[in-house]
Nanobody, 117 residues
């Protein structure tokens, strides 16, 4: 089992930047994939970005070129650097960890990101 804690959310103006962190309770190099998802009010949770244990990345079209996912295995932390933020990026952002064996998925509690002037 792995416990995930997100941080770094907050209120930012359009065009601004935030960096989210997802700290894991155990070594992330044993986790097959980690990702960031978001859920806006009244909408379903959607993929933002994922990163594999081999550091392959995948992004939603809506964030390509603006967001960057990365991992620091020494700190057991995954990051989401968000630049050029737009009001439509406003959502609760969740981190997850996926083990392909038995396909077990763990989620963090989420962190609120609000983009508004």
């Amino acid at each position: 089992q792995v416990h995930l804690v997100e941080s770094g959310g907050g209120l930012v103006q359009p065009g601004g930047s935030l960096r989210l962190s997802c700290a894991a309770s155990r070594n992330i190099d044993s986790i097959n994939a980690m990702g960031w998802y978001r859920q806006a009010p009244g909408k379903e949770r959607e993929l933002v970005a994922t990163i594999s244990s081999g550091s392959s990345t995948n992004y939603a079209d809506s964030v390509k070129g603006r967001f960057t996912i990365s991992r620091d295995n020494a700190k057991n932390t995954v990051y989401l650097q968000m630049n050029s933020l737009k009001p439509e990026d406003t959502a609760v952002y969740y981190c997850n960890a996926v083990y392909y064996v038995h396909y077990v998925v763990y989620w963090g509690q989420g962190t609120q990101v609000t983009v508004s002037s």
